[in-house]
């Protein structure tokens, strides 16, 4: 079998003021795998994501990635085989101008300025957000900012790509595009998100994270179908899975509710 991409055992992990967020998961992703990260609002998600990028270090056990324990020691290399979009996009954008903000990874990297101006607006290019590129990061739209943030990573092409919450506040159409852009990465892919729907089309497995542990880890359709299961989550069965029996009709639907 290939080498995982990424390995956590038993990680655990408590703020400095003593909040567990995460009570020993473990779990592998091979190269290649697509794998959603679903849970109740604070169950672990982003603290989990944040050690992929060592911008949190566990309090115990470990986590590898691209076969690199995720420690101080190995921080740059973590730091170039893992992209990470954040949950918040003013956590990601602090240039002066979009631009350069997609170029800072690049040219920190010692790429040639030509080079990495190409990969700039290829990136931009490909989420859609090459007429932002002069504009300064704070004055855009959320939905704006994330694609500023996503071209930012992709820039970096790096092997593992983690994403939290990547449509939350995406309009419709950014949102389907940014399916369809997702689709085309043979990266590894781990992506936090409460849009189960976006999950089941791009994610094959699921991990469920509850209250700081893993209660479940499968193949994403068959977690989905389990309704006691995401209940305890605080979730519930994408819409694209429920069932939706004809309605007898009615003279009068006066909120637009029935199916
Ligand atoms: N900086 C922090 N200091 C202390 N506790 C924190 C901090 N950040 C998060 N927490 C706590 O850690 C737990 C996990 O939070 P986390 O942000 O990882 O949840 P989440 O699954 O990403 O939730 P959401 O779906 O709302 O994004 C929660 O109890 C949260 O209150
Ligand atoms: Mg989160």
């Given at each position: 079998m290939n080498r995982p991409m990424v390995e956590a055992d038993k990680l655990q992990y408590s703020y400095p003021?003593?909040?567990?967020?995460?009570s020993g998961v473990s779990f592998h992703i091979a190269p290649g795998e697509s794998v959603a990260l679903v849970g109740e609002n604070g169950a672990g998600k982003s603290t989990l994501l944040q050690h992929f990028t060592g911008c949190l270090f566990p309090s115990g056990g470990l986590l590898k990635v691209a076969g690199l324990l995720v420690d101080r020691k190995n921080l740059p290399a973590v730091r170039r085989a893992v992209g990470m979009v954040f949950q918040n996009p003013d956590d990601q954008l602090f240039m002066p101008t979009v631009f350069e903000d997609v170029a800072f990874g690049l040219l920190n990297l010692g790429v040639p300025e030509a080079e990495a101006d190409a990969k700039v607006l290829d990136a931009l290019k490909t989420v859609g957000a090459?007429?932002?590129?002069?504009?300064?990061?704070?004055?855009?739209s959320q939905g704006e900012k994330r694609a500023a943030a996503i071209a930012g990573v992709l820039a970096m092409a790096p092997e593992i790509l983690v994403m939290d919450e990547?449509?939350?506040?995406?309009d419709p159409l950014s949102r389907r595009r940014l399916i369809a852009l997702l689709k085309t990465f043979g990266h590894t892919k781990i992506i936090a998100t409460h849009d189960l729907d976006l999950a089941l089309e791009l994610c094959e497995r699921t991990i469920v994270i509850h209250k700081g542990s893993l209660t479940a880890d499968g193949p994403t359709a068959e977690i989905f179908r389990n309704d006691a299961l995401l209940g305890k989550s605080s979730l519930e069965r994408p819409p694209s899975m429920r069932s939706c029996q004809p309605a007898a009709p009615r003279a009068v639907d006066p909120d637009g509710t029935s199916c």
């Open positions: 003021d003593g909040t567990a967020a995460l090459a007429h932002l590129s002069g504009r300064p990061p704070y004055r855009l990547p449509s939350s506040n995406l």
